[in-house]
């Protein structure tokens, strides 16, 4: 039905920067409110970035404003979510995924793979 595949992630040293990718395909992308949750080890998966479906809401847990921004191209049907300065605290499996409501991310209906950042200090 959808199918979202996240790209981007890797091995970056703290303060360097790394922007993620996610791509769907199937379903109503572009009237579908996106996000990027996160997972470290030993931790629940939170909350880290969401955007409206037509990009005019973002929305960020406090520990990334300021260094993290989400985007989207709905022509492209992708999600973005370029990430600077980053921490050794941000490495973790990022996860893209999507809800079918149109303004916020409340109980995402699809998910990704997952890709996994790593920051070393």
């Known amino acids: 039905q959808v199918q979202l595949v996240e790209s981007g992630g890797g091995l970056v040293q703290a303060g360097g920067s790394l922007r993620l990718s996610c791509t769907a395909s199937?379903?109503?992308?572009?009237?579908?409110?996106m996000g990027w949750f996160r997972q470290a080890p030993g931790k629940e998966r939170e909350f880290v970035a969401g955007?409206?479906?037509?990009?005019?809401?973002?929305y960020y847990t406090d520990s990334v404003k300021g260094r993290f921004t989400i985007s989207r191209d709905n022509a492209k049907k992708t999600v973005y979510l370029q990430m600077s300065s980053l921490k050794p605290e941000d490495t973790a499996v990022y996860y893209c995924a999507q809800d079918t409501k149109p303004i916020e991310v409340v109980q995402p209906d699809y998910w990704g793979q997952g890709t996994q950042v790593t920051v070393s200090s």
């Open positions: 955007i409206s479906w037509n990009g005019g809401r973002t």
């Open positions: 199937g379903g109503t992308f572009s009237t579908s409110a």
